[in-house]
C-alpha cells in the first residue's frame, strides 16, 4: 500500500516537469518587406507560446477562421471580436532591433488562423496559421482563398489561367519555407 503511494509519487513528479515544458516558437513578421509571417504556420502544443516579431511597414496578426481568411473572428453578435488580434504595429524604416513583439499563448490543439488586417495584405496572401490539418483544411487550401478575396483578374481565361498557376507557385514556396 505505502509503496503503491510511493510510487505513485514518484510517477507524478517525473510526469509534472514533461508536462509543462512548453516550447516557444517565434514567427516573423513581414520579413524583408514581404507580405509574409515566416515560417507560415507552425505545429504547437497546448501551453506553447508564440512570439510575433513584427519588421517593417505596418502589419497585425488578426485571427481569422478557414472559411473566411481574411475576416476577424467576430463573437455570436457579429460585432465583438473574441480571438486574437495583436493590433497594428507600425515600423519605421530606420528601425534595426528592438522590434515590437506580441505573443499568444497556445490554449487549443484545433486549427488556428491569422491574416494581416492591413488593407490588400490578406488578399496577397499575407495568412499564418497554427497546428493546420495535413489533409482536408490545409494550410495551402487556406492562403488560396485569402488569395481569392482579391479583386477577380481582367482579361478572360487566359490571364484566370496565369493567375492560377502564380497562386499554385505562391502556396508550393510556403509550404516549403516551413520546412526550414
Ligand atoms: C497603421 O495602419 C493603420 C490601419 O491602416 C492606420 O490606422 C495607422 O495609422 C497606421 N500607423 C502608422 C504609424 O502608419
Known sequence: MFATMLSAMFALLF?????????????TVGPNAQLIYDPPFISADIGDKVIFSFRQKNHTVTQSSFQSPCTPLLGPDGVTVIAFNSG?????????????????????????????????????????????????????????????????????????????????????????????
Not at 490554449?107 to 482536408?136: K, S
Not at 499554385?168 to 519555407?177: G, K, P, Q, V
Open 15 to 27: 510526469t509534472l516537469p514533461l508536462a509543462s515544458a512548453w516550447q516557444q516558437h517565434r514567427v
Open 88 to 180: 497594428f504595429n507600425p515600423v519605421g524604416a530606420d528601425v534595426v532591433d528592438n522590434f515590437p513583439e506580441v505573443s499568444l499563448t497556445v490554449l487549443t490543439t484545433d486549427p488556428l488562423w491569422f491574416h494581416c488586417e492591413q488593407t490588400g495584405h490578406c488578399a496577397q496572401g499575407m495568412v499564418f496559421a497554427i497546428n493546420p490539418p495535413a489533409d482536408g483544411n490545409t494550410f495551402d487550401k487556406f492562403k488560396a482563398a485569402a488569395l481569392a478575396t482579391a479583386a477577380p483578374p481582367t482579361g478572360g481565361s487566359h490571364a484566370r489561367a496565369e493567375n492560377n498557376r502564380a497562386t499554385r507557385y505562391a502556396t508550393a514556396r510556403a509550404a516549403f519555407a516551413a520546412k526550414d
